[in-house]
C-alpha cells in the first residue's frame, strides 16, 4: 500500500508515546510491588460466582439454572436495500435506476440463557437468542432459516491457579447490511460467523499475561456474497503492568491468516503490535487507549487484482464515564484497517458516542451518535464486467453518520417495553451509493 510518511510517522511517535510510561511504570511497579486482587484463582472465581447469582434466573433443574424471554417487535423501514432515488447513465447510455423499499418487518424472537456451575471454580454456560423476520411487502427477504443474535455463545471458565482459562464457541445468524459501510443496494447480507477457541489469563500480580486462539468462520447465506466464505487462524497476546491497582500499561500483539473459500478476494496475513493503558481516573471515570502498527500481506491469487497491501498504524480511545446516577455515557475513538467487502482492504477512522440516561423511574433512555469515515484500497475484476465501462470493484470513499434514541420502560417485573428510532446517512464518491435511512421498531419482552 502506498502512504505517505505522516501516518507511519504517527504510528512511531503513538507507540514511543506510549511505550515511555510502560518501561517507567514497569520500574516503579518493580519498586513499589503493588498488591492487588488476583483476576485468576479461588478468590475471582468466586467474585465471579457471587455476580452470576444476582442474574435473575427463573428456573432450576437441578444445579442448572435456566433463564427463559421472549420479544415480539414490529419496525418499520423505509429503506430496507440501502439504495438512493436516482439514476445513472454509464457509457454506452447505459441508465440504472435505483430507489429505496420500505416495509414493516415483524420481529419475533426468543432468548434462553443457562448457567451450570461445574464445580466451585468452573463454570459452563450457553446463551442463545434466535428470531426470525416477516416481511409485510417484500416476502422475499424473509429469512431463510433463523436468525441468531450476537453474543449466542457457549462458554467454559476454568480456574486453575493463577491461571483462568475459557474455551469458547461464539455464533450468529445475521441479514441486516447496515453494519457494513461498504454495501450500498443490498436487503439480504444473510451469513453465519462462528468463533471459537480458548483464551488463557495469567495473573503474576505484578504483570497479567493474556494469549489464546481462536478459529473464525464466515459462510454466506445468499449466492450474492459466496465469494467472502472464508476462515481465518488467529493468534493473539498481551502483556499488561500493573503499577497500581488502578492501572495497566502494556504491550499487545496478534496474528491472523485468513484464506478464501472461492479465489474472487485475495487470501492475506495480518500483524498487529503495540501498547496500551489502561487506567481507572476515578471511581466513575475510567479510560483506555491503545496504538500500534499494522501489517497486511495479501497474495495475488485471486479474481479481483488488488495489490495494495496495508502498512499503517492503528489506534483506538475508549472512555467511560458515570457522571451520577442519572447519566452515564461512553465515548470510542479509532483508526483501523479491516478486510473489504469489494476490495482488499478498507481504511476506517470512526467516532461513536452512547449515553444512557436514567431519568425516570422504571425508564432507561438511550441515546448514540456516530460518524465514520471510509476508504476502500479498490481494484480490477480480471474476469471482465457485465456493464462495459462500469468496475464494481472500484475504490470507494465513503462517510457515514446517524445516530439513534431507544427507550426502555419496566412494565411489570415480567414486561419490557421498548421505542427506537435509528437515522442512518452515507455519502459515496460512487454513482448511486449514497443513501438515507429511517427505522423505527417498538417492541415487548416478557420473561418467564
Keep these: 500500500m502506498s502512504h505517505a510518511n505522516s501516518p507511519i510517522l504517527f504510528a512511531r511517535r503513538l507507540t514511543l508515546a506510549v511505550l515511555l510510561p510502560l518501561l517507567i511504570c514497569v520500574g516503579t511497579a518493580r519498586a513499589q510491588d503493588a498488591i492487588r486482587p488476583s ?71 426468543i432468548n434462553l440463557n443457562a448457567l451450570w456451575p461445574v464445580t466451585q471454580l468452573n463454570t459452563l454456560r450457553f446463551d442463545l437468542g434466535i428470531g426470525y423476520a416477516f416481511y409485510l411487502d417484500h416476502s422475499n427477504y424473509n429469512t431463510t432459516a433463523i436468525l441468531v443474535t450476537p453474543g449466542s455463545q457457549l462458554a467454559f471458565d476454568i480456574f486453575v491457579g493463577d491461571f483462568r482459562i475459557n474455551l469458547h464457541d461464539r455464533f450468529s445468524v445475521q441479514q441486516d447490511p447496515i453494519a457494513e459501510i461498504a454495501l450500498s443496494n443490498v436487503a439480504d447480507y444473510g451469513r453465519f460467523e462462528n468463533l471459537g477457541g480458548v483464551s488463557v489469563l495469567w495473573d503474576l500480580n505484578q504483570a497479567v499475561v493474556t494469549f489464546g486462539y481462536d478459529h473464525y468462520t464466515y459462510i454466506s447465506l445468499t449466492d450474492q456474497f459466496a465469494y467472502l466464505d472464508r476462515n481465518a487462524d488467529i493468534l493473539s497476546g498481551s502483556i499488561g503492568f500493573t503499577p497500581s491497582s488502578t492501572m495497566t500499561v502494556g504491550v499487545e500483539g496478534s496474528f491472523v491468516n485468513t484464506y478464501y473459500d472461492q479465489m474472487v478476494l485475495n487470501d492475506a496475513r495480518s500483524y498487529n503490535a503495540g501498547a496500551f493503558l489502561e487506567t481507572q481516573l476515578t471511581n466513575n471515570l475510567r479510560v483506555r487507549i491503545a496504538g500500534g502498527y499494522q501489517q497486511i500481506d495479501f497474495d495475488d491469487n485471486g479474481l479481483v487484482s488488488d495489490v495494495q497491501d496495508v502498512d499503517d498504524y492503528y489506534a483506538n480511545l475508549v472512555i467511560s464515564h458515570r457522571v451520577n446516577s442519572v447519566l452515564s455515557h461512553n465515548l470510542a475513538v479509532g483508526h483501523e484497517n479491516q478486510l473489504g467487502v469489494n ?70 417485573p415480567h414486561v419490557t417495553l421498548g421505542l427506537r428510532y435509528q437515522y442512518t446517512q452515507k455519502d459515496s464518491n460512487l454513482p448511486l451509493r449514497d443513501y438515507r435511512q429511517n427505522r423505527i421498531g417498538i417492541d415487548g419482552t416478557y420473561s418467564f
Excluded: C
Excluded at 60 to 75: C, D, N, W, Y
Excluded at 343 to 361: K, M, Q, V
Design 343 to 412: 476490495s482488499n482492504y478498507l481504511t476506517l477512522d470512526y467516532i461513536r458516542y452512547t449515553a444512557n440516561w436514567n431519568i425516570l423511574y422504571h425508564t432507561l433512555l438511550s441515546t448514540e451518535l456516530f460518524y465514520e469515515n471510509s476508504s476502500e484500497s479498490g481494484g480490477t475484476f480480471t474476469g471482465g464486467s457485465v456493464i462495459p465501462g462500469f468496475n464494481p470493484y472500484a475504490a470507494e470513499n465513503a462517510h457515514r453518520y446517524g445516530g439513534a434514541l431507544a427507550v426502555g420502560y419496566q412494565l411489570t
Design 39 to 109: 483476576l485468576a484463582g479461588e478468590a475471582a472465581a468466586e467474585a465471579r460466582r457471587q455476580s452470576i447469582d444476582k442474574i435473575p434466573y427463573n428456573l432450576q433443574v437441578g444445579p442448572i439454572k435456566f433463564r427463559f424471554s421472549a420479544t415480539m417487535g414490529l419496525e418499520y423501514n423505509d429503506n430496507i436495500n440501502l439504495a438512493e432515488d436516482s439514476t445513472y447513465v454509464f457509457p454506452g447510455n447505459l441508465r440504472i435506476r435505483t430507489e429505496p423499499q420500505e416495509d414493516l418487518i415483524f420481529r419475533p424472537q
